[in-house]
């Protein structure tokens, strides 16, 4: 899930627009629902990110510790 990948973009995007939403919320008034509206919006975030990845949105490459490169679930560096 961690990296520039659709399910991590995907994870910020929302809890952006959520803690937009709920902050608008908050200094308009407040208008409750608003604020409640944004608060569920950012819980949904990591949830949605995390099953995105799950389903194969996520970013397959990781570094490795020792060299720093890349390796896929099919090629593993030594």
Do not use: C
């Not at 990296?3 to 995007?13: D, E, F, K, N, R």
């Not at 959520?18 to 409640?36: D, E, K, N, R, Y």
């Not at 509206?37 to 510790?65: E, F, R, W």
């Amino acid at each position: 899930m961690h990296g520039s990948s659709p399910a991590a973009w995907t994870g910020v995007v929302v809890a952006l627009v959520g803690f937009t939403v709920g902050g608008i919320g908050l200094v308009a008034g407040p208008s409750w629902p608003a604020f409640w509206v944004g608060l569920a919006l950012a819980a949904l975030a990591a949830p949605l990110a995390k099953g995105m990845a799950m389903a194969g949105y996520g970013n397959d490459h990781v570094p490795t510790a020792h060299t720093g490169e890349a390796t896929t679930p099919d090629r593993q560096v030594p």
